[in-house]
């Protein structure tokens, strides 16, 4: 069984920068897309970017085209998202999410089968 756990996130200033993790166990990520989603209070969760299984084709959320940057480390089993030039509305729980997906990307939160518990970023002077 496919377990994620998220790490990294934290307090941080405005234009300030943070890497979350997702780190897998009980199964290899080779041929999982992930996707990255956060939930600010008050919000429904949102999609923030996804990487295919390859790492071929990524996906940003327009909210942080240019800011952040999605990666994957096969022989690690994680997947990264780096967030730079951090904003205050950038404030949620992020949470990754798996899918069994050979090819291409899921965008939608409906397509994924795993999900990790969330770590909380604060963008706050």
């Known amino acids: 069984q496919l377990q994620l756990v998220e790490s990294g996130g934290g307090l941080v200033q405005p234009g300030g920068s943070l890497r979350l993790s997702c780190a897998a166990s009980?199964?290899?990520?080779?041929?999982?897309?992930i996707g990255w989603f956060r939930q600010a209070p008050g919000k429904e969760r949102e999609g923030v970017s996804c990487?295919?299984?390859?790492?071929?084709?990524?996906n940003y959320a327009d909210s942080v085209k240019g800011r952040f940057t999605i990666s994957r480390d096969y022989a690690k089993n994680t997947v990264y998202l780096q967030m730079n030039s951090l904003k205050p509305e950038d404030t949620a729980v992020y949470y990754c999410?798996?899918?069994?997906?050979?090819?291409?990307?899921?965008?939608?939160?409906?397509?994924?089968?795993?999900w990790g518990q969330g770590t909380q970023v604060i963008v706050s002077s």
């Open positions: 990487i295919s299984s390859s790492g071929g084709s990524t």
């Open positions: 999410a798996a899918v069994l997906l050979q090819e291409g990307i899921a965008i939608m939160e409906s397509e994924y089968d795993y």
């Open positions: 009980g199964s290899t990520l080779d041929f999982y897309a």
